[in-house]
């Protein structure tokens, strides 16, 4: 007979999976729509119709009431559309505070410079987000990390790389706020002694230990209990 113990490490793995496999999973989808519409413009769609191709998928899970993901889109490969170099096609939902202010949040564009001899520019095939899964070919989980690109607060941002034939054309992703993910899991960890979330690199995203703050590297020999989602394990101890 499983231990009582178990079942509440099973429960804590089932719910980090379900939280981040679920994102994972709409992103799955949204990289399929982009994949297609790519392969119908015979690999050179341009910006206005990805525009409004990433537009029509990912608002809808934006405007979700209560939705994990604060922001979404594809990032394009520089050089891949014939009329952009660079190009972000990324949109904020309403529960993202990013730029507004004092005002009240909506579902809006993402405004990122483009022009890479502009000040402002940044070159985001640097950033661990686009470099990991375009190098491993997999889906991966960047942060927490403070984002000032898309939120100004601590992130977790999950991307997978997209495809036109054996062409990388970009990555597809999504923002999700680590404030969010605690309280869609803490109430599980809390079935634990000392239970704490971490990513690939071992930082702190979630964790019952006060002494083990968000975006912490955490260094213990305890227990390692991988999770299905790539890049995200349970540590007990």
Wanted: net charge negative; charged share 20%; proline share 5%.
């Amino acid at each position: 007979m499983p231990t009582t113990l178990d079942a509440a490490v099973r429960e804590c793995v089932d719910a980090i999976d379900r939280t981040f496999g679920g994102v994972f999973a709409r992103i799955d989808a949204w990289r399929t729509l982009i994949e297609a519409y790519v392969d119908q413009h015979d690999g050179a769609p341009t910006v206005d119709s990805i525009d409004r191709l990433v537009e029509s998928i990912t608002v809808p899970e934006l405007s979700v009431d209560g939705a994990l993901v604060i922001g979404a889109g594809f990032v394009a490969t520089p050089g891949f559309l014939p009329d952009a170099e660079w190009h972000l096609a990324w949109w904020l939902g309403h529960s993202n505070t990013f730029g507004v202010g004092s005002a009240d949040p909506a579902i809006r564009r993402l405004l990122a410079e483009e022009n890479p001899e502009s000040e402002s520019f940044r070159d985001y095939t640097t950033l661990e987000w686009w470099r990991v899964p375009t190098t491993t070919g997999a889906r991966h989980v960047t942060g927490p990390y403070v984002d000032y690109l898309c939120t100004d607060d601590y992130t977790l941002t999950l991307t997978m790389p997209a495809y036109h034939g054996d062409r990388l054309i970009g990555v597809v992703g999504a923002d999700l706020y680590v404030n969010d993910v605690e309280r869609a899991l803490l109430a599980h960890l809390r079935g634990l002694e000392a239970a704490t979330v971490v990513n690939a690199s071992g930082r702190v995203v979630v964790s019952t230990d006060p002494h083990r703050p968000t975006g912490s590297l955490l260094r213990t020999s305890g227990e390692r209990i991988p999770c299905a989602t790539v890049g995200v394990a349970l540590v007990l101890g």
